[in-house]
């Protein structure tokens, strides 16, 4: 497809912009979720391309098909084989995957106005286009998508999603005009396929297609291929939806509720108000809006509770209403309006997420940046203001460039990041924490001064808990700031914390179970300053009191516990019970079986160890614990035998 010279132009500034702006945030640091993908998962981090080295990057992740998202380990893995735990490395690849997926945008926009506007002037569509790419590689909402590691996942997933839904489009419309298409539309389900490996949002395909064919392609015909068509729309749009719907209702577990502090109707209630929210921080970006989290944003526990719910619920029904009547007259509305819903069909619905993330509206994007566009360009035309609506464009994309800047500039660094996430969301319970935890890791700096970092510090805290008094990372911060000041936490504050691990929410939002490793660190390296063994026992005990913990919550807190008696007390019968209690409640954990059997070789117990180690086999998931598991049975055979000659 030829391109006019001021879409090429657009877009090639829009590119370099682009790299521009996110150039200053490319040595940002890993963040939060990226240490247990990458920066703490030995198994991604490969050195060679070889292929055991490849197979073991692929089958890095924690959790289970589909959850694993394997593509996207691999990649990390090829990054760490280049690079290694260079962030920059990690950053610069998801900064090329998103300078793609704008080009991808770019030629899906460009489809979709030459399949609703066929007699529009190809250097039109093609300018429109160019704007909408403009605009969305450029967004401020997009920031966290690129910059946070881990969003590779999402990353990956949309590429997927553009090159099916491009290929769709071009077969359609290829077909329509009397041209071989065949192969271009069968090619979107299996891109959709390999996109699902990276994450599970490329499932979303059948529903795009379908949004696609009631609006986009409504007056696309298929003449001579009608068969054809309709078989792939039953192929690709039917019979996948279908499946999916049975599977859903086949799974009931899918939608437990359990460790989260709502319920699936609250959920489902407040979801109008988050889309709403989205739609405009896409059209009118405020920078004190943004950031990782959005535990501000109350939750809809009735109706008019806010009383933005109803109103939100109702006004979605009617913009819905109104795309599905006005899909002919305007049907490059009844795309966006549907588009956008669909792409949030997973994340914004009757699944157990957490309610708001930006990253969701990664490819959701598209919706609003076309409907501006096309008003900005071609239908302010038909109105006679072009210059007016050319004069707003400008100012949107002068707004998005300028906010994306400063929000790059705050990736910059984890204190920056969190201090100002602090600052724009002074409500939010994580954002105070957080900040207070990036502060608390100063104070090891010589050359800083203490007092100010830790009053600051436990004013943070402080307003974390006025937030929610049973915030238990907020007491549990107040604990570790006492100790790095070399004093001993309050009573007071250790009663509230035993209190709230007892009875209080402890689902993965409200307290960090990493918490518990960290006391039992700092009490084995620390010589000065260490927490007294009953309070220490109280707060284990009090955790694991609580009903809420979900099975890997607390496999990690028994865990925790183990090294505690194992490294700092040395009961090693304490030990052993909490090393078998973590199995049980994880059984397919590799690492609990391996702290097990060096607790058993402690206590001399080398049959107990070994009859542990054969248990252990069947929790080996990949080459690196194979030679792990084949090291520990050589050394307790060894010991075995050596116990054997002694008598």
């Known amino acids: 497809m030829r391109m006019s010279k001021p879409a090429a132009a657009l877009l090639l500034a829009a590119v370099g912009l682009t790299i521009a702006l996110y150039a200053r945030g490319l040595d940002g640091p890993f963040l939060f979720d990226d240490s247990v993908h990458i920066t703490q998962n030995r198994w991604v981090k490969i050195d060679s391309l070889a292929w055991p080295d490849l197979v073991r990057a692929w089958n890095s992740s924690f959790s289970g098909f589909p959850g694993n998202r394997p593509l996207a380990q691999l990649t990390f893995g090829i990054n760490h084989a280049f690079a290694g735990l260079d962030p920059r490395a990690f950053k610069t690849t998801n900064l090329v995957i998103h300078l793609v997926n704008g080009l991808l945008v770019f030629l899906f926009t460009r489809l979709a106005l030459g399949a609703v506007k066929p007699r529009q002037a190809r250097d039109l569509t093609a300018l429109s286009a160019a704007v909408v790419a403009t605009a969305w590689l450029l967004h401020p909402i997009q920031v966290s998508t690129v ?46 396929l390999v996109g699902f490996l990276a994450k599970e949002n490329a499932a979303l395909m059948p529903l795009l297609l379908l949004v696609a064919e009631v609006t986009l392609l409504r007056g696309v015909v298929t003449g001579a291929e009608r068969r054809f068509v309709n078989a792939v729309r039953i192929g690709y749009i039917a019979i996948p939806l279908l499946l999916v719907v049975i599977y859903l209702v086949a799974h009931p577990v899918i939608f437990t509720y359990d460790g989260r502090p709502f319920t699936m109707a609250e959920r489902l209630m407040t979801q109008p108000r988050v889309l709403w929210t989205y739609l405009r921080w896409l059209v009118a970006p405020d920078l004190s809006a943004f950031g990782l989290f959005h535990d501000d944003i109350p939750v809809s526990k009735g109706w008019f509770e806010p009383v933005t719910t109803l109103p939100a619920v109702l006004a979605w029904l009617a913009t819905v209403a109104a795309a599905l009547v006005l899909r ?29 993330f930006e990253h969701r509206n990664y490819l959701a994007a598209v919706a609003p940046m076309l409907l501006l566009a096309d008003l900005v360009v071609v239908e302010s035309r038909r109105w006679n203001w072009p210059r007016s609506a050319l004069g707003l464009g400008a100012l949107l994309l002068v707004a998005y460039t300028t906010v994306t800047g400063i929000r790059v500039g705050n990736w910059m660094s984890f204190q920056s990041f969190v201090l100002s996430a602090a600052e724009h969301h002074p409500d939010s319970r994580r954002s105070n924490f957080l900040a207070a935890q990036a ?65 209080a929410d402890v689902g993965p939002t409200n307290v960090a179970v990493s918490q518990f490793s960290f006391l039992v660190r700092w009490n ?13 026992t109280s707060i284990f005990d009090a955790a694991l009191r609580n009903p809420g913990w979900n099975n890997t919550g607390r496999a990690g807190i028994e865990s925790a516990y183990r090294e505690y008696h194992e490294y700092v007390t040395g009961r090693l019968d304490q030990a052993e019970h909490h090393a078998r209690a973590a199995i049980r409640l994880w059984p397919k ?54 116990a054997g000659h002694a008598h």
Not at 339 to 356: G, K, Y
Not at 598 to 624: I, M, P, T, Y
Request: net charge positive; proline share 4%; charged share 20%.
């Open 147 to 192: 910059l946070y590691t881990v969003q590779r996942m999402t990353l990956l997933s949309t590429t997927s999603l553009l090159i099916g839904l491009n290929c769709y489009l071009y077969g359609r419309i290829r077909i329509a005009a009397g041209r071989p298409g065949r192969l271009w539309m069968l090619t979107a389900a299996p891109v959709a």
């Open 439 to 503: 502060l608390i890791s100063m104070l090891g700096d010589a050359k800083q001064d203490a007092g100010p970092v830790a009053t600051a510090a436990d004013g943070f805290l402080d307003r974390g808990l006025a937030i929610d008094p049973d915030c238990i990372d907020c007491l549990f911060g107040k604990v570790i700031l006492s100790l790095h000041l070399g004093q001993q936490p309050s009573p007071t504050v250790l009663k509230r914390l035993q209190k709230a691990l007892a009875t």
């Open 524 to 536: 084995r390296s620390n010589d000065v300053t260490r927490l007294p063994d009953a309070d220490v």
């Open 589 to 642: 954990q590799w690492g609990y079986h391996a702290h097990l059997v060096g607790v058993l070789r402690k206590q001399g117990r080398l049959s107990a160890a070994r009859e542990a180690l054969e248990k252990a086999a069947a929790s080996v998931r990949n080459a690196d614990q194979q030679r792990q598991l084949a090291t520990l049975r050589a050394a307790v055979d060894q010991q075995i035998q050596q």
């Open 328 to 356: 002919r007259r305007a049907p490059l509305f009844a795309f966006a309006v549907l588009f956008f819903l669909a792409c949030h069909a997973l994340e914004s619905s009757i699944f157990p997420l957490e309610m708001v």
